[in-house]
T-cell receptor
């Protein structure tokens, strides 16, 4: 079974400051890793994903995450945040051995940007 | 990317009544869909795996007789909350996979009064 831990339930930062949202996972098999973003009263949007290959993955809006197998981490970073980045961010894992892509989510981190 | 549509996006019902939520894969076929539940300011908890043409697989602690799942076609899964009570009020989200990636519906906010 897989599990995902997001240690920070809330992260307040000032606009244009850098941010890191932490994510650690536990699994006995190889996994896919994801970051999803959820704006208020909306569904989930995929931000970025690691399936294989380069351990550093990037999104189109400036976020990046690095897969670190030895530390079982997949932290999300952005060098300069914007007010519009205010949202809930979920780290998630999917079992590579499962063709049906059942996804297990972390508890989420609420990113609040202060002007 | 693929599109998953949920309907309705919000619903208010009286305690004791049943509510059906639909999840459709619009431009792909999905033999498997997933139903999640999200309480305010909490994460998504997997409720069940919906399998086309067979019984759903429920996660531990989820009442299968209360949350009825039907996956009658390759593009439609339904979740029926039977005899709803205020504690069933939540945000319900479905997902389906295409090309190894999961796509989520926009969610359904259920309020039981």
């Amino acid at each position: 079974a897989q599990s995902v831990t997001q240690l920070d339930s809330q992260v307040p930062v000032f606009e244009e400051a850098p941010v890191e949202l932490r994510c650690n996972y536990s699994s006995s098999v190889s996994v896919y890793l994801f970051w999803y973003v959820q704006y208020p009263n909306q569904g989930l949007q995929l931000l970025l994903k690691y399936l294989s290959g380069s351990t550093l993955v990037e999104s189109i809006n400036g976020f990046e995450a690095e897969f670190n197998k030895s530390q079982t981490s997949f932290h999300l970073r952005k060098p300069s945040v914007h007010i519009s980045d205010t949202a809930e961010y979920f780290c998630a894992v999917s079992d590579l051995d499962s063709s049906a892509s059942k996804i297990i989510f972390g508890s989420g981190t609420r990113l609040s940007i202060r002007p | 990317g693929a599109v998953v549509s949920q309907h309705p996006s919000w619903v208010i019902c009286k305690s004791g009544t049943s509510v059906k939520i639909e999840c459709r894969s619009l431009d792909f076929q999905a033999t498997t869909m997933f139903w999640y539940r999200q309480f305010p300011k909490q994460s998504l908890m997997l409720m069940a795996t919906s399998n086309e043409g067979s019984k759903a697989t429920y996660e531990q602690g989820v009442e299968k007789d209360k949350f009825l799942i039907n996956h009658a076609s390759l593009t439609l899964s339904t979740l029926t909350v039977t005899s709803a009570h205020p504690e069933d009020s939540s945000f319900y989200i479905c997902s389906a996979s295409s090309g190894g990636e999961a796509f989520f519906g926009q969610g359904t906010r259920l309020t039981v009064v």
